[in-house]
């Protein structure tokens, strides 16, 4: 449900193009040619009012005010399919969506209230869940290897490790956290965590819209890495590797990172011995938007399960650059009540069926949003006896002896 | 028509609650602050109340615990004029203290119209709306989810929550103080640019009141947490095990048969 | 006159005194019986005399009948109030924790400029004082509180005195008062749609408050109130999301409810809440907090996300009933 302000539809919207042109980035809509490309790959193009295609017809033509206000504006997962197909290569995932979605703010008018919460909560506590970020440790309680905390010692450490704000909170993901911390121990990697320090990188709410609150992230963000002593930023998170990829050196506060995908892929000779217990099984591995799609990068997650005895690894029909998204990104984590209500559908419904009918008893994954997203779809879809879900560190770790009974 | 709101800070329940050695108050060091919700409540109430652009809002708050956040953020939401109460002390102002200071404060803005929220969870003496009105003499009604402006001026139009979802119509004539339980829809949502605007330009006025002494008619004699050892027998597992368990259990007990 | 007397503040609920009042009798007689003194009840209304009968366990019941009393408005109520406690100077003064009594006890206390005590679950005498054993910050917390004055006012939390049992002298005085309307006026009274489930007269209802999240999860517990036959009920917050009808809203404010089983789940069990259902014969509570004060009052308790635990038990609960219709 989205609130509307209380005024007309009037000067709602004015000077949107301009702005968006003053900007480098948003140059490149006076070149979109309408060919509707975007529109078509999109996922859920068929479920919104304005997609890309008409919001930049609707942008030159000056007249936002019906866009601003339809629901579409809060129906993008942020999958950049639309933006790696543009052939005018137009940057309308990271550009126009955002612009769209903080003028739609600025006006006034009212994201749907479970993103309002998310928004509310990354600003109160640093995390998207609302959590105490004095429990922000919490995933480490009983971990058997030795944890460096930054935020209590001084330290220089190889790797400083982002763990995120599911990997830190949610249950299910903080198995994943612990078995990587094994994991990099067992490599002889030197890491340290930020503790109860570490905050979201805010990489979903600028696609969010919400310019602001990702300003205030990335300064808070600047100032604590900017004290530590670190060879590369490890991140379990597509998206917030991608913020820190892109959109942080735009502030001035670039510095080396890798998603873990990436990082242990680099170091497969020194992980290939210690992967001693076979893991038979059959796995489909699912490539993340953000580091797939935006970030090009769809060979070291293979490669990894490659590595693991046992298992044989299968293609789903779209993949890689043609992966369907779940529908997590953008906010979408918390969209879905508002999608479903708008005509569209929850896109990881349709992705683990396909994923079933590669045959594979395992969906891989390699972003944290996924797990509860593909889990709860198996359970939708009534596949959970078929397929199970699991994060590429846990089917790497079952294969080290490093693994926790779920 | 005037409204002033007033905003108070409580603790924030997401954070475990510490206590003082001497167990007789929170330890307020420890703990992380928000605004009361019903207050923001009442804060939304009188933002709706005033879009037609015939009411000023001024808001009130003492200055203590995460004020400054919530202050920001009502500058960001367009109220015209926000008032603050100088506090020192490492806790917030006991129940005599703020109503003395408050109604103060409010004298000093000459409202129409004061809302606050009905309730809010640190209150060991009873809402502080009812003591709030009479210090000012002024009448008060709570429990109010909605309030409307009528055809009259001066002249408000109230729902007051009563049991079974029904709802009293209640006709105030102004000044009155109104204790909001919801307003007529939940607090409004303000982008972070916005409040990051009002950070540098937004003013806040600080009142210069009379010190107060505070009051010993009630004290605290010891805070503790409750006995936990008669609650729920709690379930263990996996979410598979626990859901037999609660299946066994509902059976066992005939809810299921 | 006594001393030691305490006054009762009737609540009317529609025309009938309410349940909490009972409790309040009850609680006034444990004083009365170790302290001396009466209970009185002072019973505001158009006509006192028809609702005596119900407050027989007090000793005098001071009726004042007035038309501007009809319905609930504060002037003249507090007003009343001030003038019967000038006349009886009551020890102490009881309020219900209803609608009107959170907004008149503090009201009251504050133009005596004698002390009120909220959320009140026991209370004794020490020496010139009153001690009270209260509820704080939501159930968090218990607060002993020590209050000097005359008379102190305390606010009752519903369920934790026992309805009077005593046999009061039940003596009715008809109280003569000139009360002027105030400027809050009773317009009219809107019932709650009746088209929707009365969720007061479901054996099973399934109870999401804030850890539901999203409005999309509604759907999952949804599913899992038809497992188990029963029907979905919300805490306040998601009342007022528009998420549920407020009459699905289960609290003080909203429907006091008494089912075989009322499953909690994301419900932090505030005192408004578990006001409107502590009455269940079985509660088994789910939260992600394990110091959620619902853990107090509930049979059994789940520390766990109840989005993962609906599917799972609805899956479980679904097995069991296909089982037992093929037997």
């Known amino acids: 449900m989205i609130h509307q302000a209380v005024r007309s539809d009037e000067g709602i919207g004015e000077g949107f193009l301009e702005e968006l042109l003053s900007h480098p980035e948003g140059h490149d809509i006076l070149a979109c040619m309408q060919c509707g490309t975007c529109s078509g790959s999109c996922p859920l193009g068929l479920a919104m009012e304005y997609p890309p295609r008409r919001m930049i017809l609707q942008a030159r033509r000056r007249d936002m005010a019906p866009v601003l206000?339809?629901?579409?504006?809060?129906?993008?997962?942020?999958?950049?399919?639309?933006?790696?197909?543009?052939?005018?290569?137009?940057?309308?995932t990271d550009t126009l969506w955002p612009a769209v979605r903080d003028r739609a703010l600025q006006e006034g008018l009212q994201p749907p209230a479970e993103l309002q919460t998310a928004l509310q909560n990354l600003y109160m506590y640093g995390n998207v869940l609302g959590k105490s970020p004095r429990k922000r440790l919490e995933w480490a309680r009983g971990l058997d290897v030795p944890l460096?905390?930054?935020?209590?010692?001084?330290?220089?450490?190889?790797?400083?490790?982002?763990?995120?704000?599911?990997?830190?909170?949610?249950?299910?993901?903080?198995?994943?956290?612990?078995?990587?911390?094994?994991?990099?121990?067992?490599?002889?990697?030197?890491?340290?965590?930020?503790?109860?320090?570490?905050?979201?990188?805010?990489?979903?709410?600028?696609?969010?819209?919400?310019?602001?609150?990702?300003?205030?992230?990335?300064?808070?963000?600047?100032?604590?890495?900017?004290?530590?002593?670190?060879?590369?930023?490890?991140?379990?998170?597509?998206?917030?590797?991608?913020?820190?990829?892109?959109?942080?050196?735009?502030?001035?506060?670039?510095?080396?990172?890798?998603?873990?995908?990436?990082?242990?892929?680099?170091?497969?000779?020194?992980?290939?011995?210690?992967?001693?217990?076979?893991?038979?099984?059959?796995?489909?591995?699912?490539?993340?938007?953000?580091?797939?799609?935006?970030?090009?990068?769809?060979?070291?997650p293979r490669a990894l399960l490659e590595a693991i005895p046992g298992v044989e690894v299968v293609e789903m029909e779209r993949n890689r650059e043609n992966a369907l998204c779940c529908g997590g990104g953008g906010g979408g984590m918390w969209l879905d009540g508002h999608i479903t209500e708008h005509g569209g559908k929850r896109l990881s419904d349709e992705r683990i069926r396909e994923a079933a009918a590669t045959g594979a008893d395992v969906l891989a994954v390699s972003c944290p949003y996924e797990l509860s997203r593909f889990e709860d779809s198996a359970k939708v879809a009534g596949l959970e006896d078929r397929i199970v879900v699991r994060d590429i560190i846990e089917l790497l770790a079952e294969s080290m002896g490093l693994g926790e009974r779920r | 028509m005037k409204i002033a709101v007033v905003l108070r800070q409580v603790p924030d329940p997401i954070e475990p609650l510490e206590l003082m050695p001497d167990e007789k108050a929170l330890d307020y060091g420890e703990a992380g602050f928000l605004v009361n919700e019903s207050d923001e409540h009442a804060l939304e109430q009188a933002l709706l109340l005033a879009e037609d652009g015939t009411a000023e809002v001024t808001v009130l708050a003492f200055d203590f615990g995460d004020v400054e956040t919530t202050l920001f953020s009502a500058a960001a939401k367009g109220v015209d004029r926000i008032l603050t109460i100088p506090w020192e002390e490492p806790f917030p102002p006991g129940?005599?203290?703020?109503?003395?200071?408050?109604?103060?404060?409010?004298?000093?803005?000459?409202?129409?119209?004061?809302?606050?929220?009905?309730q809010a969870h640190d209150e060991l003496e009873g809402a502080f709306g009812p003591r709030l009105a009479v210090e000012l003499e002024l009448p008060y009604l709570g429990v109010v989810r909605g309030v409307r402006q009528t055809a009259k001026e001066m002249v408000l139009e109230a729902h007051k929550e009563y049991p079974g979802a029904a709802k009293a119509r209640m006709s105030v004539q102004l000044p009155a103080v109104l204790g909001i339980l919801a307003a007529d829809q939940p607090p409004r949502y303000v982008p972070v640019s916005r409040i990051?605007?009002?950070?540098?330009?937004?003013?806040?006025?600080?009142?210069?009141?009379?010190?107060?002494?505070?009051?010993?008619?009630?004290?605290?004699?010891?805070?503790?947490?409750?006995?936990?050892?008669?609650?729920?027998?709690?379930?263990?597992?996996?979410?598979?095990?626990?859901?037999?368990?609660?299946?066994?259990?509902?059976?066992?007990k005939g809810v299921l048969t | 006159m006594s001393e030691q007397d305490v006054l009762v503040v009737a609540d009317l609920e529609g025309d009938s005194i309410s349940n909490g009042t009972l409790e309040l009798i009850g609680a006034a007689g444990q004083w009365t019986e170790t302290h001396g003194g009466q209970v009185l009840a002072?019973?505001?209304?158009?006509?006192?005399?028809?609702?005596?009968?119900?407050?027989?366990?007090?000793?005098?019941?001071?009726?004042?009948?007035?038309?501007?009393?009809?319905h609930y408005c504060p002037g003249p109520f507090l007003d009343a109030l001030s003038e019967i406690v000038r006349r009886e100077a009551p020890r102490l003064v009881l309020f219900a924790s209803s609608t009107v009594g959170l907004?008149?006890?503090?009201?009251?206390?504050?133009v005596l400029k004698t002390p009120c005590l909220g959320n009140c679950r026991a209370f004794d005498a020490e020496g010139d004082a009153v001690m009270a054993t209260c509820s704080y910050c939501s159930g968090k917390l218990v607060a002993e509180l020590q209050a000097k004055g005359r008379p102190v006012v305390l606010t009752l939390?519903?369920?934790?005195?026992?309805?009077?049992?005593?046999?009061?002298?039940?003596?009715?005085?008809?109280?003569?008062?000139?009360?002027?309307?105030?400027?809050?006026?009773?317009?009219?009274?809107?019932?709650?749609?009746?088209?929707?489930?009365?969720?007061?007269?479901q054996d099973v209802l399934v109870s999401v408050g804030r850890g539901i999240q999203q409005e999309d999860n509604m759907e999952l517990a949804q599913e899992l109130a038809e497992a188990l036959g029963g029907e979905l009920a919300a805490s306040r917050p998601i009342v007022d999301q528009g998420w549920l009808a407020a009459t699905r809203q289960v609290g003080k404010s909203g429907m006091i409810v008494k089912p075989r089983l009322y499953l909690a789940l994301g419900v932090s069990g505030a005192p408004e809440h578990v006001e409107g259902m502590s009455g269940s014969e079985l509660t088994i509570a789910v939260n992600t907090d394990p110091e959620a004060p619902i853990f107090e009052i509930a049979d059994y308790g789940v520390e766990m996300d109840m989005l993962d635990l609906m599917p799972e038990l609805t899956e479980v609960l679904k097995r069991k009933r296909a089982v037992s219709y093929e037997r």
Not at chain 1, 82 to 89: F, G, S, V
Not at chain 2, 204 to 216: A, I, T
């Open chain 1, 148 to 300: 460096t905390d930054l935020s209590k010692e001084r330290a220089a450490v190889e790797v400083l490790w982002l763990v995120g704000c599911y990997p830190s909170y949610y249950p299910r993901n903080q198995v994943v956290s612990r078995e990587f911390a094994r994991m990099m121990t067992c490599l002889g990697i030197s890491w340290g965590v930020l503790g109860v320090k570490e905050k979201s990188l805010g990489d979903c709410d600028r696609l969010f819209g919400e310019e602001g609150l990702f300003e205030t992230l990335v300064e808070t963000n600047k100032e604590l890495f900017e004290r530590q002593k670190f060879k590369t930023i490890v991140l379990l998170d597509p998206h917030s590797y991608r913020a820190l990829e892109v959109f942080y050196p735009r502030y001035d506060a670039g510095f080396p990172a890798q998603h873990y995908t990436m990082f242990l892929a680099d170091r497969l000779e020194q992980l290939r011995p210690l992967l001693t217990r076979p893991v038979p099984c059959r796995v489909t591995y699912h490539d993340n938007c953000c580091v797939g799609r935006r970030c090009g990068s769809y060979e070291p």
């Open chain 3, 157 to 201: 939390l519903p369920g934790a005195f026992h309805p009077a049992t005593r046999i009061g002298k039940g003596e009715l005085e008809p109280v003569a008062m000139e009360l002027a309307e105030g400027a809050i006026r009773f317009e009219e009274m809107i019932l709650a749609d009746q088209s929707d489930v009365d969720i007061t007269q």
């Open chain 3, 103 to 110: 907004d008149l006890a503090p009201g009251l206390a504050a």
């Open chain 1, 69 to 92: 206000s339809s629901p579409s504006v809060w129906m993008c997962v942020g999958c950049y399919t639309c933006t790696l197909r543009c052939p005018r290569e137009i940057d309308l």
């Open chain 2, 196 to 252: 990051r605007e009002a950070m540098k330009s937004a003013e806040f006025e600080e009142l210069e009141l009379e010190s107060v002494p505070p009051s010993v008619a009630v004290s605290v004699a010891r805070l503790s947490f409750p006995l936990r050892g008669d609650g729920a027998r709690m379930l263990e597992g996996n979410e598979r095990e626990v859901a037999e368990q609660i299946a066994e259990i509902l059976v066992e």
């Open chain 3, 42 to 70: 002072a019973l505001l209304s158009t006509d006192g005399a028809s609702q005596a009968m119900r407050l027989a366990a007090a000793d005098r019941i001071l009726a004042v009948d007035n038309p501007v009393l009809a």
């Open chain 2, 95 to 118: 129940t005599d203290v703020a109503t003395a200071l408050f109604a103060d404060a409010i004298r000093s803005v000459r409202p129409d119209c004061i809302l606050i929220g009905c």
